[in-house]
Each structure stands twice: as C-alpha cells, then as structure tokens.
C-alpha cells in the first residue's frame, strides 16, 4: 500500500463519491480473472485494489469525525500491525 496513492484517493472519495472507487473496484476484480493475464499484472492490478480498499476505509474514518492525517495514520498503523503478526 502507498500512502500517497491512498491519499490522493481519499481527496477524491471526498470530491466526488465513494461509489466511483468501489465501481473501479468491481471492474479491476472482473479483470483479474482475465487467463491471459500475467504475475506481474495481477500484482499491479492488486496493488491498486488495495489501495483503493484503503482510501475507502480512510474516508470512513473522516466521515466519522477524525481528521484526515489522524485517519490516513490510524489506517496505517493498523495495516502495519496485521503485517507483523
């Protein structure tokens, strides 16, 4: 996960609508079941769903009240404990 990348979406959750992400989503998923598709690829088309899992679950925290910096760090913070269990 980029915390760049996530913040960025995060800034554009908050723009427009969460809906545009989870769309994207839904269609990087469809595409992962593409045979043709190659491990570097899937990485890639990985990466970017997490990261868009991650803004999604960012801007839940600043929906409900916490500031965007605090919640882009409890999010991290959270994903890098999961890491090192």
């Known amino acids: ?19 545009y992400v989870l769309e994207t989503i839904e ?8 045979s043709q598709l190659k491990d570097e690829e ?6 970017l769903i997490s990261n868009m899992y991650g803004a999604i679950e960012v801007n839940k925290l600043v929906q409900e009240g916490m500031p965007q910096k605090e919640a882009l ?9 999961s890491i090192d269990k």
Do not use: C, Q, W, Y
């Open 73 to 81: 760090n409890t999010f991290m913070k959270r994903v890098m404990g």
């Open 1 to 19: 996960m980029k915390l760049p990348i996530i913040k960025h979406l995060t800034e554009f959750i908050a723009e427009n609508d969460a809906d």
């Open 42 to 47: 899937l990485d890639v088309i990985g990466e």
């Open 27 to 34: 269609t990087l998923e469809s595409l992962t079941e593409v």
